[in-house]
Nanobody, 121 residues
Framework: VQLQASGGGLVQAGGSLRLSCAAS????????IGWVRQAPGKEREGVSC????????YYADSVKGRFTIFSDNAKNTVYLEMTSLKPEDTAVYYC???????????????WGQGTLVTVSS
């Protein structure tokens, strides 16, 4: 199982970014894939998750209405569209994957590397 996260960067408050998580080495449609973030000095926080085979999505309250998770099954890629970004969204964002269960994340079985998102005020 391999997960390749990308798309982080520096953006001003109110701006947008799209993160990508490209998956390989497993049957994409069998998994739930999502994002967790970790800000400096803080614990990891589950951000969003999608169950690929049925499209069910989940969001942390802190990002509802601003972030959208979706998958491109032809590309085996999950995206996190982040809008109306706030300085408190600054963190390293990690994508993870797991077989669907009672919960969708954030304790994923497989992890990709992180991508840094910095939101300036």
């Amino acid at each position: 199982v391999q997960l390749q996260a990308s798309g982080g960067g520096l953006v001003q408050a109110g701006g947008s970014l799209r993160l990508s998580c490209a998956a390989s080495g497993f049957t994409f449609g069998d998994y739930a894939i999502g994002w967790v973030r970790q800000a400096p000095g803080k614990e990891r926080e589950g951000v969003s998750c999608i169950v690929v085979h049925n499209g069910n999505t989940y969001y942390a309250d802190s990002v509802k209405g601003r972030f959208t998770i979706f998958s491109d099954n032809a590309k085996n890629t999950v995206y996190l569209e982040m809008t109306s970004l706030k300085p408190e969204d600054t963190a390293v964002y990690y994508c993870g994957a797991e077989l669907p269960g009672a919960y969708c994340g954030p304790l994923y079985e497989h992890w990709g590397q992180g991508t840094l998102v910095t939101v300036s005020s």
